[in-house]
């Protein structure tokens, strides 16, 4: 089929006959029904129709809000968005930028990030984010597979990867740096960047324009990894456009939103938020600075006010922990009343959530005159949906937020979903699922024993395939276009959907007997709230072991866990009588008999609730270190990745099957 037969762009539809594809030059066919709902069948728009429809109707709104040199916020319209885009784009095109060629981007969340990402969508490459705590070797095989011929840097520290892996990348044509003085001459600048782009026509963009056509990959998301290279998942104009408008639906975004960016853009669940939804809502996004995971986030939270706000479970945990220190330090009054106050929230959501009537006048003094001053000082005033997404969220972290009335609302989706399938909502959720599916998609669950099976998925968002892969995207994708998860799960008679733990993390033990660790995992730190992580380990083992982290402050600026204990962690094991201030101390003679005791006592509570006895835990190790991104065992949304903990500390590990 001759391309140049399609030149209607950038919102055309290429005729085609498969739903799956792993070819950087194919087109899919687009899953969209006769009939069905308004979503369903609504008309397909490609991502610079998208951007083109909302500077159009909405030129004045603030796109974005970043903080300059000088520490002065600067508002950008969508109309001087969309101008940004365009002349980057140019610049792409005149520096060599190919049809379906890459355009890598790894660095923190900011303008030239997106601009980049965009610019990349309309010159008719493909988005490529890289994750910034790649190694060169990792930055390598994304720069392959995409076949980069651009790739986007944030400093000196991200350039010096390319650096080392350069002479390796023979369709690399150009680098750019957008924060810095380039050591290289051969790196250009933004401001260099943009001036290419300013000086050019233009006749290359809009030749380029015309001949995108929704149904092709214009983004790869890479997967974690956690076995073998990541893969490169590929997304189309419609995969991302119907997810955002889906998403749009659900929470009922408009126009006067703010949207905090901070989660890392190269991860497809900020890309679809803070890219893909506030452009659909017109909404406003505010950069965080790049310490924000570090512990700066609730400052730029206190400043930009979010009305809807998404964070990983290790996020809500980390604010949980820093009010529970704040709590910790009050007087008996003062903690009489907050508990009161979070008692009468409790109880008000809970009914809620049920359908109950639950007005009361104590719900309304303590949410007026102690619980708003609380969502105040974490900056959470405006903010009317609360999301927890990438990761399973432990029920004692749900119910401490509702006691604060911030309902945390479950998302539940995957790279190759464009980000949500699932997602709750306030007026229709409740504590264990993660909500109902998105419009115009659908769930269902395969290969059920006991009421549970893997849940899969259908739609629009669901993606093309796995680039250059196609036993890989036949392994994840049936022959009837439905995206087998590999998560455990159920969907009750209301359409609520539980996710009931993963396949691939099942622990087998010895015996036979199928263990999910998350569930586990959540109970023990129940028990004990002042550790760091616990890990359930016991694949092929007789019995489960835990290996757990006692939380350490971290380097502001290497963001690894320092020796240093948190403060929290410091009063408990002074508390139960072996004062220490660093992980050395804690481990040097070997752990203090009072911890050790405290730590079985919480794993005996834990055990107690066990489902059967394969799933009690018999042994544990402290480790020397809690996990962080930059030391490997978290991933870039602090998901744990198992395998890397396992392979560090292997020698730990069989000491307790020996």
Not at 79 to 103: H, M, Q, T
Not at 174 to 200: C, F, R
Not at 374 to 388: E, M, T, Y
Not at 503 to 518: D, H, S, Y
């Amino acid at each position: 089929m001759e391309e140049l037969q399609f030149l209607n762009g950038p919102c055309q539809i290429v005729p085609a006959t498969q739903e799956i594809i792993t070819d950087r030059d194919g087109f899919v066919k687009l899953r969209i029904p006769k009939t069905g709902t308004a979503l369903e069948t609504i008309e397909p728009l490609s991502v610079p129709g998208l951007i083109m429809k909302t500077a159009e109707n909405y030129p004045d709104n603030i796109a974005y809000i970043y903080k300059n040199s000088e520490n002065k916020a600067v508002k950008v319209t969508y109309s001087e968005y969309l101008k940004k885009i365009r002349v980057c784009a140019k610049a792409f095109l005149r520096l060599g930028l190919e049809p379906r060629n890459g355009v890598g981007i790894i660095g923190f969340n900011s303008p030239e990030w997106i601009i980049s990402n965009m610019a990349a969508i309309f010159a008719g490459g493909m988005s490529t984010g890289i994750y910034t705590t790649n190694s060169p070797e990792a930055c390598l095989h994304c720069a392959k597979l995409s076949n980069a011929n651009i790739i986007v840097v944030e400093d000196e520290k991200q350039y010096d990867k390319i650096d080392q892996i350069r002479d390796q990348l023979p369709q690399l044509k150009a680098v750019v740096q957008y924060s810095g003085v380039p050591k290289n001459a051969d790196v250009l600048t933004w401001d260099k960047l943009m001036e290419i782009g300013t000086q050019e026509d233009d006749t290359l963009l809009e030749n380029s324009l015309k001949r995108i056509a929704i149904n092709q990959c214009c983004t790869l998301i890479f997967t974690s990894g956690t076995v073998g290279n990541p893969k490169a998942v590929m997304l189309s104009h419609d995969n991302l456009v119907f997810d955002s408008r889906a998403i749009f639906e659900k929470i009922d975004a408009g126009p006067n939103e703010m949207i905090v960016s901070y989660l890392p853009l190269s991860h497809v669940a900020a890309q679809i938020i803070d890219m893909y939804v506030a452009t659909t809502a017109a909404a406003t996004i505010f950069f965080a600075d790049k310490d924000a995971l570090k512990g700066s986030l609730v400052k730029t939270l206190q400043e930009a006010r979010p009305t809807k706000f998404i964070g990983v479970p290790r996020v809500w945990e980390k604010i949980q922990e820093k009010m529970l220190s704040i709590g910790a330090q009050s007087g008996f009054l003062k903690k009489s009343i907050a508990n009161w106050a979070k008692a009468q929230a409790l109880e008000h959501n809970l009914k809620k959530m049920k359908g109950e009537h639950s007005s009361s006048w104590g719900y309304s003094i303590a949410s007026n005159l102690i619980l708003s001053k609380v969502k105040q000082a974490l900056g959470l005033d405006r903010c009317n949906i609360f999301v927890s997404a990438a990761a399973p969220i432990s029920m004692d972290v749900k119910k401490y937020f509702l006691s604060l009335d911030i309902p945390i609302m479950d998302a539940f989706g995957m790279s190759e979903s464009s980000g949500a399938h699932c997602l709750a909502i306030p007026s229709c959720f409740n504590l264990t699922s993660v909500g109902q599916t998105i419009l115009g998609c659908k769930t269902k669950v395969v290969n059920a024993e006991d009421g549970q099976g893997e849940i899969c998925m259908y739609g629009r968002h669901v993606f093309m395939g796995y680039l250059n892969e196609p036993e890989k995207t036949n392994e994840t994708m049936d022959s009837d276009g439905w995206l087998h998860s590999g998560d455990l799960g159920k969907i009750d008679e209301n359409n609520f959907v539980y996710i009931t733990g993963r396949l691939k993390e099942l622990l087998i033990t010895a015996g036979g007997e199928n263990v999910p660790p998350v569930p586990i995992e959540h109970i023990v730190q129940k028990e004990l709230q002042n550790i760091g992580y616990a890990m359930v380990i016991g694949d092929k083992k007789k019995f489960l072991s835990l290996l757990i982290t006692l939380s350490c402050e971290v380097d502001p600026v290497a963001g690894a866990p320092t020796e240093i204990l948190t403060p929290n962690v410091q009063e408990w094991l002074k508390n139960i009588g072996c004062p220490a201030k660093t992980i050395k101390q804690v481990l040097e003679a070997g752990p203090d008999s009072k911890l050790l005791n405290a730590i079985q006592e919480g794993i005996d509570r834990a055990n107690e609730k066990a489902t059967s006895n394969a799933q009690k835990i018999q042994k544990f190790r402290i480790l020397p270190s809690d996990f962080s991104i930059p030391t490997g065992e978290l991933g870039p949304t602090m998901k744990l990745k198992r395998r890397i903990v396992i392979e560090k500390y292997q020698d730990l590990i069989d000491s307790m099957y020996s």
